[in-house]
């Protein structure tokens, strides 16, 4: 890379070989609360879209005992 004026040779020269900087700390969460996370954005998608669709959803269950 070419040393400009709105780039300075510091700033050039930070990355490691991969370009990743490895002098700045990374905080990384733990699988299982990644794992926690997740599964609590799936079950609140799931519940925004039977909230959406409820009277559908209560049609059918009332509906469904009498098509068995």
Do not use: C, E
Request: charged share 10%; proline share 7%.
């Amino acid at each position: 890379m070419a040393v400009t004026p709105d780039r300075p040779a510091a700033a050039t020269a930070v990355a490691g070989p991969n370009g990743f900087d490895h002098s700045v700390p990374v905080h990384l969460r733990s699988v299982v609360a990644a794992s926690y996370t997740a599964l609590a954005a799936l079950l609140l998608s799931d519940l925004l879209v039977l909230w959406r669709g409820k009277w559908i959803f209560v049609l059918r269950t009332i509906i469904q005992p009498f098509l068995l």
